[in-house]
């Protein structure tokens, strides 16, 4: 993401955001909001022939609209965000409008930005500076490649072997030979995470083979392949060795401090009521909440307040397993500084 503020007054403003990535576009998505100002140059339809019942052809031209935003809806697949809202600035005022936000497409953004906004913008800037991170999980006769976007992870392909385990040298080289190919267009951080001995095996082989992304690659154990193997490469910490401020790790961290408190009746709140009280308190330290809620007025009221007494607060994507367990629990949890009774 790229991002530049215009003259700003007690944070009310305008932002230029060029989204780069899919990551941008789910970022923006919890960006703006209803109510919100948002300018582009757009394509509007432009009756050619007013004249006619029915015209044959109606042109589209490039407009600068400036349309109130009344919702958003976000594709992964279709890798886009679509703005719709009212038309205040430009042609046809009054009328409604919809922009379809790609990446390498500029919008400006203008509203009351809250600090967890502004961090959220700040981390996309800074995550963009970073290739897409990889992971390889692979066992005997198969091997699945993600994508780590900051929603959660993506699979992107999954190779087999024919002869699965006990394969011969032969079939073995050649399930190699398979992911080289599939690996070979990786500019980003790769990681290789499995059980036994076969990922060290395969790093050996790429090397070999003059394999660029399997020279900077980091490996990790674990006990599966699949999804459940990128779940414990990110709660290892080996996310990190990459980026130390990326969000899914420290979402990892974060959710499995909330549930080691609550399974051991520690300083934690969860749910709308206990939060609140915590928060009321005081207490609250560190504030947790799934991104389903950032357009509940009632939680980012908490949220307001909990910032207010110096709490930081930490938005979890509801697409990942912590964001997922933390829905479960209400959609909100506190770290508090100290118990409080209930």
Known sequence: MKAESGEMRNNFGEIRLLPESIDDLWHLQHIIAPGDLVFATTFRSVDTASDKIR???VEKRPVRLGIRVDRLEFSEHGVRLRITGTIEHGVDTGAFHTINVETGYEISVIRQWRPLDLERIDRAVKASVYGVIHILTIEEGEAELFRLRQYGPESAITITSGSGKGAETESRRSFFDQILIVIADISGPLIIAGPGFIKEDFVRYAKNQNSPPSDRAIVVETRRIGRGAVQEVI???????????????????????????????????YGRKEVGEAIGYGAAEQILIADTLLRD????????????????VVVLSSSFEPGERLVALGGIAALLRYKVAQ
Request: proline content about 6%; aromatic content about 0%; cysteine-free.
């Open 55 to 57: 015209p044959e052809k």
């Open 297 to 312: 007025p009632e939680v980012m009221n908490l949220v307001e307040k909990a910032e207010a007494m110096r709490a930081s």
């Open 235 to 269: 709660g290892k910490g080996a996310l990190d060795k990459l980026i130390d401020d990326l969000q899914l790790s420290r979402e990892v961290k974060l959710m499995d401090e909330v549930l080691l408190r609550i399974s051991q009746e520690g300083p934690v709140a």
